[in-house]
């Protein structure tokens, strides 16, 4: 069975620093797609990143990198230089490529500090 | 503008009250599904749809009802809802055509069931 988890709660960054997010996955499919979304206090879900299982080199997107470790089932969210406005919940998640669920991780809150 | 739309956002009832919560899509998406999101479980998938006429169970399904008679709208029902399901609800749509595809999330509705 499919399985997220992201093992940090909650984190503080200073502003303008970079952070990482933990995420650790469970599959036994060789084909899959690893997505994070940003959700801020007014709740809406923001699509960041993604990473298929297939893709050789990490995704960017702006400010936000995916430092992915398929040998160790690892994808952990990058954010470079910190802003205000990232202080959000961050969830991490995962589709099997013939599957329409997204199994989602219990999510780490990000504050950033001025 | 491209949009997953649900009406309402906000909603208190009470105990048995049967209502339903409506989702719509304007990017002509195959997929639809719907998620409740509670605190230290992330989102969980209840049902989900492949096409009009076409849903199945998602994980946590016990208590809804949903149908799927147009492609772009998608409706929760929740035939006698307990306070159990107080929660927030997601509905997201995504294409389909690619196991990869990214989800769109609506922008959220918080259920009390009281």
């Known amino acids: 069975a499919q399985k997220i988890t992201q093992t940090q709660p909650g984190m503080f960054v200073q502003e303008k620093e970079a952070v990482t997010l933990d995420c650790t996955y469970d599959t036994s499919d060789q084909s899959y797609g690893l997505f994070w979304y940003k959700q801020p206090s007014s709740g809406e879900m923001i699509f960041l990143i993604y990473?298929?299982?297939?893709?050789?080199q990490n995704a960017t997107e702006g400010r936000y990198s995916l430092n992915f470790q398929k040998a160790r089932k690892s994808a952990n969210l990058v954010i470079s230089a910190s802003q205000l406005g990232d202080s959000a919940m961050y969830f991490c998640?995962?589709?099997?490529?013939?599957?329409?669920?997204?199994?989602f991780g219990a999510g780490t809150i990000l504050r950033v500090k001025s | 503008e491209a949009q997953v739309t649900q009406n309402p956002r906000y909603l208190i009832t009470v105990t048995g009250k049967k209502l339903t919560v409506t989702c719509s899509q304007n990017m002509n998406h195959e997929y639809m599904s719907w998620y409740r999101q509670d605190p230290g479980l992330g989102l969980r998938q209840i049902y989900y749809s492949m096409n009009v006429e076409v849903t199945d169970k998602g994980d946590v399904p016990e208590g809804y009802k949903v149908s799927r008679k147009e492609k772009r709208n998608f409706p929760l029902i929740l035939e006698s809802p307990s306070p159990n399901q107080t929660s927030l609800y997601f509905c997201?749509?995504?294409?389909?055509?690619?196991?990869?595809?990214?989800?769109?999330f609506g922008p959220g509705t918080r259920l009390t069931v009281l």
């Open positions: 998640a995962m589709r099997e490529t013939m599957m329409d669920k997204l199994v």
């Open positions: 997201a749509s995504r294409t389909g055509y690619l196991g990869t595809d990214t989800q769109y």
């Open positions: 990473q298929g299982s297939y893709d050789e």
